[in-house]
Each structure stands twice: as structure tokens, then as C-alpha cells.
């Protein structure tokens, strides 16, 4: 194997089943539930995958679901808009930590 | 303009790893006991060139449909006993001879006329008044209008087509299209994948289309691009060609073959020849015994095996895609 991640290797996700495959069916069949159409839209959950894949740094869920989002009537303004999302995110956390560090800082400060 | 011819294409498709025969065991597929749809393409003139056209069209080309051919076609629809709808398509149909003589003969036999309409001819000079006769004569118009973005339309169909396609929508709205006459929108993905889901792409196209620019339309048809024509070669510049009829043959659904418009229209072609499909009449894929309007029989037509090829895959895909949008 010449790479730790192919993207051929994402048509084989169901042989996740291999063993366990009463485990493996629970988690397709989740999965596939929490994706459906609900309370908020198919194209919107895509969304937040895309938006999680990018949090998670997922290539395989990055690959997915662009093309899920395109697949859903997504157009690219939106799905920029996604990953922003995920961006800032990662950014605030980052930042929030801030303030256990200064709250460290001022503790020690005596 | 294409550069592969139709047997071309067939051989790019032959050495794809899947195969549509395999997928519904047999070679062919088995028409529907009656004829509903008459699909008349006139020819291959058109005011536009888009990136995925199956027809090749563009204002290059010069295939039109003549007088006597037209005439037959509609002799032949009044002779069809279950015949409910004439489909006309280009090309751009609008600025063909025979599209006046098609509408109105087709009305006066009382069938429903569809006009596959690009939207951008209704602003081309000397075709500004096509919106008011299609509205006289109560055409059904279905519209392209690939993505309520005017990115990802202009980049199929050419800068500046997303307006013009507003505008051609306007102009439709303000006739009782949309309302009181049917106006659908055709979407289709700008690239390799398939299309979404029918039903939650409307709802998303007439919440933009009514909140940003105050149009409306009777609905949607959903069509998954099949990999023949401009399309096919594009997938082969991007090298995406093999993953695109994999991605296409791994959502094969069984359960659109019932509906596939290839078993319920006669497809005819400029020049007369009578096709399963307007996919086959670009792949040069002829009917059974190579059948004409001038040699046409209903009996034959009906018992004929409808061709088919890997290309069928793109009809067959997750709800399956027809000229009246998917299928399941």
C-alpha cells in the first residue's frame, strides 16, 4: 500500500461488516436514518457533514460529501460557506482556550 | 462541435467496465404495449453551444426537420391510438420552419405539446414573440435551467445565460406560465454526479427562484446527464470517464425500468428515422430494422427489442431520469 489513505478505499466502507456485521448493519442503518430527509433538509445535513468532514480533516468524507452536496442542489457559495463554518469554529475553540490560559496566568500572577 | 462520431462513442462506451445488459440480463429491453409519447426532434440548430448538450447543438449546425417530414410525423400521431403527448426538441425547436406547423397541427388534433424551450431563444431578436404563441396555443413549456445559481448555470450553458434564462422566465410568468399554464424547469448536474432528489430539489429551486427574483414554475424534472456527446468527451478530458459509469452502474435501480420513456415514445429525428430514444438518435442507434416515418408500422414498432447500450445506465441511476424527470 503506497498511501495511508486511497480513495478507492471508500467504495469498500461496507466491508467494515466483514466482522461484527450485526455491529456494522446497526451503524449503516443509523447512519443512513440520521441522513434522511427530517426536520431539516437532506442537502442541509449534507451540509453539515461537509462542514464536519473539513472539522475532522476526513478525505474520505470530504470526497463524499462535496459530491453529496452537489448531488443535493448545493451550490459552491454554500458549501464555501460550510467550511467557514467549520473553520471559525476551530478557530474559536482554539481562542477559548485562551482563557484558561489566562486565567493560569492570573492565578499565578500573586 | 463533437468530434466523435456515434460509432465512436459506442466504442468508448463498449470499453467501459460495466455493462447495462449484464445489470438487466438481456440485450435489450421490451416496449410497452402502447405508445403514449411522440418525441419529435426538429434538427440541431440552436442559439446556444452548452458543455453537456447530448444533441451537439449550436447556431453551427444546419439539420432541420423539411415540410413533408413534419406533416408525416403528425399523420402518423393522429393514426396513434393512445398517443397523449408531442414532445418537440432541438436544438433549439423555436427557431426551426416546422415548429409552427408542428404546434398547431398537433393542437388541432387535441394532443398536449410540450416545447422544450432553452429559455434564451425568447430574447433573441426576432423570436420575441414566441412567448405569447406558445401561450395561445397552450404549449406545455419544460425550460433548461441547469441551477438556480447563475454560477453554476453560466458555467454549463455560457456567460450570461442565467439572466437571459430569468428574463425568458419572466416573460413566461407574466403569460399565466407557471400558473395557469405548465411551465417545468429542467435541472441537470453540472458535472459528474447524479442528480438529488427530485422532490427536495424543487422545493429548493422555487423558494430561491420566488424569494430572489419573484418567478415561479409547476415543477421540476430532475436528469441525471448521460454519458454520450459533449458530455462523454468531457469525461474523458477529466479522465473522469470510468468513475462516472462506475458511480452510474453501482445506483442501477431495477425499479425505474417500468417507467423508462424508451418503451412508451417513438423518437423521430430530423431526417425521419425513427429511434428508441433521442439518446440512441445521437449514438446513430436506429430502431430495430431501421424504421422511417414513411415506412412506419405500429404492430412492428411495439414487438421491437429496444437498443441499448451503457449509456442506458444514466436513465436507470438512483430514481432513474427521463424526459419527464425521474421516475421512481
Not at chain 1, 54 to 72: R, S, V
Not at chain 2, 138 to 145: C, F, I, P, Q, Y
Request: hydrophobic letters at 40%; charged letters at 20%.
Amino acid at each position: 500500500m503506497a498511501n495511508y489513505f486511497e480513495s478507492e478505499d471508500l467504495k469498500k466502507f461496507g466491508n467494515i461488516k466483514r466482522v461484527n456485521p450485526e455491529l456494522g448493519q446497526k451503524f449503516f442503518d443509523y447512519y443512513g436514518a440520521v441522513m434522511a430527509e427530517g426536520a431539516l433538509s437532506a442537502r442541509e445535513k449534507a451540509l453539515i457533514a461537509l462542514a464536519v468532514s473539513h472539522a475532522l480533516k476526513c478525505p474520505y468524507c470530504i470526497d463524499a460529501y462535496t459530491t453529496t452536496c452537489l448531488e443535493k442542489g448545493a451550490d459552491e457559495t454554500q458549501m464555501n460557506e460550510a467550511v467557514h463554518v467549520a473553520a471559525a469554529m476551530a478557530a474559536g475553540i482554539n481562542l477559548v482556550h485562551g482563557v484558561q490560559m489566562m486565567n493560569h496566568i492570573d492565578k499565578l500572577s500573586v | 462541435m463533437s468530434r466523435l462520431s456515434g460509432a465512436q462513442q459506442i466504442e468508448l462506451l463498449e470499453r467501459s467496465s460495466v455493462s447495462f445488459a449484464s445489470s438487466i440480463q438481456k440485450p435489450y429491453l421490451v416496449a410497452a404495449p402502447e405508445v403514449k409519447i411522440l418525441q419529435i426532434n426538429v434538427g440541431k440548430w440552436c442559439n446556444q453551444a452548452c458543455r453537456h448538450c447530448h444533441v451537439d447543438a449550436s447556431p453551427a449546425r444546419t439539420e432541420r426537420m423539411d415540410d413533408a417530414t413534419a406533416r408525416r410525423c403528425l399523420a402518423i400521431a393522429q393514426d396513434l391510438p393512445n398517443l397523449e403527448v408531442i414532445d418537440l426538441t432541438g436544438g433549439a425547436p423555436e427557431g426551426h420552419e416546422v415548429f409552427p406547423l408542428l404546434i398547431e397541427g398537433a393542437r388541432s388534433l387535441d394532443k398536449r405539446v410540450i416545447d422544450r424551450c432553452n429559455l434564451t431563444i425568447l430574447s433573441e431578436p426576432g423570436y420575441e414573440h414566441i412567448p405569447a404563441y406558445l401561450a395561445e396555443h397552450r404549449v406545455e413549456v419544460v425550460a433548461s435551467l441547469p441551477h438556480f445559481s447563475a454560477q453554476r448555470t453560466d458555467h454549463q450553458r455560457g456567460k450570461g445565460v442565467f439572466d437571459r434564462s430569468l428574463a425568458g422566465l419572466k416573460k413566461l410568468n407574466e403569460l399565466g406560465y407557471g400558473t395557469a399554464l405548465p411551465l417545468h424547469l429542467v435541472y441537470n448536474p453540472s458535472g459528474a454526479f447524479l442528480a438529488g432528489d427530485q422532490t427536495s430539489l424543487e422545493k429548493e429551486f422555487k423558494h430561491k427562484l420566488l424569494n430572489q427574483f419573484g418567478i415561479t414554475f409547476t415543477g421540476l424534472y430532475a436528469l441525471n446527464n448521460l454519458p454520450i456527446s459533449r458530455f462523454l468527451e468531457s469525461l474523458v478530458r477529466a479522465n473522469q470517464f470510468k468513475e462516472y459509469m462506475e458511480v452510474l452502474a453501482q445506483a442501477f435501480n431495477p425499479k425505474t425500468l417500468p417507467g423508462l420513456m424508451c418503451r412508451h415514445q417513438i423518437n423521430v429525428g430530423f431526417d425521419g428515422f425513427i429511434y428508441d430514444c433521442d439518446f440512441n438518435q445521437m449514438l446513430d442507434l436506429p430502431v430495430e430494422n431501421r424504421m422511417d416515418i414513411w415506412n412506419f408500422d405500429l404492430t412492428t414498432y411495439l414487438n421491437r427489442k429496444i437498443r441499448i447500450h451503457n449509456h442506458c445506465y444514466g436513465c436507470t441511476a438512483g430514481a432513474g431520469s427521463s424526459c419527464g424527470g425521474s421516475i421512481e
